[in-house]
Nanobody, 127 residues
Framework: QVQLVESGGGLAQAGGSLRLSCAAS????????MGWFRQAPGKGREFVAA????????AYADSMKGRATISRDNAKNTVYLQMNSLKPEDTAVYYC????????????????????WGQGTQVTVSS
């Protein structure tokens, strides 16, 4: 069982930056691939970024390429999402997700692949 707690959301101006954090419980965190998803009001939950268990593999939604960086610190059981050049359309609740992975190099981009989810953190970008 893995528990995830997100932090770092808040209000930012367009063009600004935010760094989200997700702290995970569990002794085998280094065997879990991690992902970030987001859900805007009235829309479905969409993929944002993912990182492999080892940290060597990553993937990004097209909308975030060049503006976001996902990273992890396995010693701290924490995954980060650095977002720059924020846009009003980035406004959403951002969710951290985890899934056990026997392939330490794969970053998973699909929602059904993830078994564990955090409660989410609100990101609001003003124009």
């Amino acid at each position: 069982q893995v528990q995830l707690v997100e932090s770092g959301g808040g209000l930012a101006q367009a063009g600004g930056s935010l760094r989200l954090s997700c702290a995970a419980s569990g002794r085998t965190y280094s065997t879990y691939a991690m992902g970030w998803f987001r859900q805007a009001p009235g829309k479905g939950r969409e993929f944002v970024a993912a990182i492999s268990a080892s940290g060597d593999g990553s993937a990004y939604a097209d909308s975030m390429k060049g503006r976001a960086t996902i990273s992890r610190d396995n010693a701290k059981n924490t995954v980060y999402l650095q977002m720059n050049s924020l846009k009003p359309e980035d406004t959403a609740v951002y969710y951290c997700a985890a899934t056990w992975s026997d392939n330490l190099l794969v970053a998973y981009t699909t929602r059904p692949r993830y078994a564990y989810w955090g409660q989410g953190t609100q990101v609001t970008v003003s124009s």
